[in-house]
């Protein structure tokens, strides 16, 4: 059934778990992701990202999603990613996207507060949800993990909630998007007074790659939602070189895609659910 993340991120916090966002760009990332979802009976947040659109326009992947969204036997909401402007956000809400991502964070503080707060106005006014991000999750590859500027801090993080109105808040504790180069370093400290701070689910962005026990730590410090990409990816890949050296057929390796990257999946909502 398709629905928003007002409800699934509230059972996550009242249940001590996390939902996962999996990113999927093709149908055989959402032929996985759902299946995985059902099998487990398990909620679950599907999704792509601005940055994604070159790899999957979003009027040809979003009705499959939300498709599959509403015949889903389990609770999944459809979410449009890191939308960095009015426009893609707005398309996927006239797409039937039930919740929304604005990244304002590369702006100021000020703005990102008033742009996000008006997304907030639009979205609501949908049946939709937003989730914001203060402080900013950059990339991997740049990623120094000694430099704390733009990591999220407590008095911000509160006053964006206040202001905003939003449902859910991404922050910065030391995870990056993309392969990590070096092992990452969370603090959960500063997770800790976040969360002491504001009462809307935290959601945690560059999850692939992280440990088992950073995981838990996180869900433990109250982390209701978290973010999977690239640990898909690399699951596919697996699935292509595994297939081409077993001489499968073009669908023959498409079937190892879809099996690979559920398994990825099932392991995350496993873990993230401490089954």
Do not use: W
Not at 203 to 214: A, F, T
């Amino acid at each position: 059934m398709l629905v928003n993340l007002s409800g699934v991120l509230k059972d996550a916090r009242e249940g001590r778990y996390a939902v996962g966002l999996f990113n999927t760009t093709d149908t055989d990332m959402l032929e996985a992701v759902i299946s995985a979802a059902e099998e487990l009976e398990s909620p679950v947040i599907i999704g792509t990202a601005e940055v994604l659109l070159p790899y999957g326009e979003l009027k040809l992947i979003a009705p499959a999603m939300i498709a599959a969204a509403k015949r889903a036997k389990v609770p999944v909401v459809v979410h449009f990613d890191h939308g960095l402007t009015f426009g893609r956000c707005m398309e996927a809400l006239d797409l039937g996207f039930s919740s929304i991502m604005f990244d304002g964070s590369l702006g100021s503080f000020r703005d990102n507060i008033a742009q996000t707060a008006e997304m907030v106005r639009l979205a609501h006014g949908r049946g939709a949800t937003v989730e914001g991000e203060i402080g900013h999750v950059g990339e991997a590859s740049g990623r120094d993990n000694e430099n704390t500027d733009g990591y999220t801090r407590a008095a911000d993080a509160l006053e964006f909630a206040e202001k905003t109105g939003v449902d859910a808040l991404a922050v910065a504790i030391g995870t990056a998007h993309g392969t990590y180069k070096t092992k990452p370093r969370l603090d959960f400290e500063r997770l800790a007074g976040i969360r002491e701070a504001v009462d809307v689910p935290l959601v945690l962005h560059g999850g692939s790659g992280l440990s088992d026990e950073d995981f838990r730590k996180a869900i433990a410090g109250g982390i209701s939602k978290i973010n999977i990409f690239t640990d898909l990816c690399a699951a596919g890949e697996r699935a292509m070189r595994d297939g081409i050296g077993q001489k499968l057929s073009y669908l023959g390796i498409r079937e190892n895609r879809v099996r690979y990257i559920k398994e990825a999946v099932e392991k995350k909502i496993r873990l993230f659910k401490g089954v």
